[in-house]
């Protein structure tokens, strides 16, 4: 007889598509191991910017950054910034106590998974709205915990109470619908050390650990054979060897720069917004109205000189904008530039004169299953959906900026120094693990947002809209 349906998901912060695997294979992470063994592990896409906060959206609402108005764990609104500077609509930044004002940011139609499945719980996402007060488990304490890791670097001590508590509620004799585990000490390692560093590795070994302690209870209780277990990531992260702070970059380069955490200088020209440290949103407030700007006032502002300098910096991949025409975005290197489109619900790339997506041709394909598929190998995996999705927002800025790898875009505001970065569209920070415990779906190539629809299925939930789509049969 079938049980009741319960989804338990494992957010591996930070857990590269590379590293993982090359722990399992070495025998470092068995309980994992054994889910792989009785399930599927594979390779899936997050979003752009691929950074904590905003990259968990997919996952607990199906909505990508750009159409939540989430884009990024900083961001800034021109339109209520010129309103009024005493708004505080104007900038976010997560990294903080403003971090309480994530759930009121997103639009209250787009639910979160903690709103439409029953009992949820919640340990260490900043995504919370649904969840009961009780059943925010790290909820007392979680800010001494996370302030500590930061600055004194002792990063596991946050999972390890994280998975205490989640014990001493499943012993209690509490049920659940979903539970929602955040471990972040994969990406703190890897911020602060290295992707493979022995502490990195570790943090691995603290999430098999708690699998293997959270399994044998739940089928010690009978429920685990009628569970959906799932363990992702957000984002990879790659080695981080020098620092470009592109809002210094600005100001000394004629255009002053409001970023955090300095955001009250006197007339300000510009305003970047950082994530993840290999992405930033550029604001430019050098001009009349409140509006976002499109290819040729973009040019015209940063003034043709600046703009090459710019981009001849060696930590700048690639800067995207809005195209002159609708539904068109320009993405430009050093070297020059290529067109992306979505018109009537198809997705097309120009190569122009620089390939700067490296997809090699020109196409165009019949919708955004297809331009997954075309370009989930490339080095920029789904950068046609994800420019596409982040520019719906006015949030995302006049133009965004990918770094290249081995650099990132903020400098000596981030204390301690960080020897790891992710936020960019290349594929070590885009591709992520996948695994569940579940054989013979759906095959063809994953989204993060995907997991949202097929914990709804499993659930039997059925008409919620969202930009992923299940991976169970029968959809």
Known sequence: MQGKKRVLFYLVDGAHSEVLPELLEKGLLPNIKRIVDEGTMRKATTCFPSTTGSAYLPFLTGHF??????????????????????NKYAMRSYCGPEAAWFNTDMPAEKKTLFELLGETYNLNSMVT???????DLMAKGKSKLYIRAHFFQEHHNVDEESHRR???????GKDFDFIFFVLPSVDWDSHMFDVRDEKTVAA????????????????????WDDTLFILTSDHGLTATQHHLDIGDWLTENGLKCLTYPVIWRRKPKSVVMISGNSFGSVHLLNHTGDHVLRETALKALMGGERLTKFLNEKAIDFIAYRGDQENTFIVQNKDGQGTVTHIDGKYGYDPGTSDPLKLGKAFEVAGHREALEATFDSEYPDSLVQITQLFSSVRAGDFVVSASI?????????????????????????????????????????????????????????????EGESLIDGD
């Open 406 to 466: 081995g650099y990132d875009l903020r400098d000596f505001w981030e204390y301690p120094e960080h020897k790891g970065s992710h936020g960019s569209l290349h594929k070590s920070h885009i591709h992520v693990p996948l695994i569940y415990n579940q054989k013979n779906w759906k095959t063809h190539q994953v989204r993060t947002a995907d997991v949202f629809s097929t914990i709804l299925q499993w659930k039997g939930i059925t008409g919620i809209p969202s």
């Open 65 to 86: 950054p750009g159409s939540m108005g989430v884009t990024g764990i900083r961001w800034f609104d021109k339109k209520e910034f010129k309103r009024t500077r005493l």
């Open 129 to 135: 709205r649904g969840v009961a007060a009780e059943r």
């Open 166 to 172: 989640l014990m001493t509620m499943l012993r209690s």
């Open 204 to 223: 691995y070994q603290i999430a098999d650990n708690s699998l293997g302690e959270v399994r044998g209870e739940l089928e010690k209780k009978g429920w």
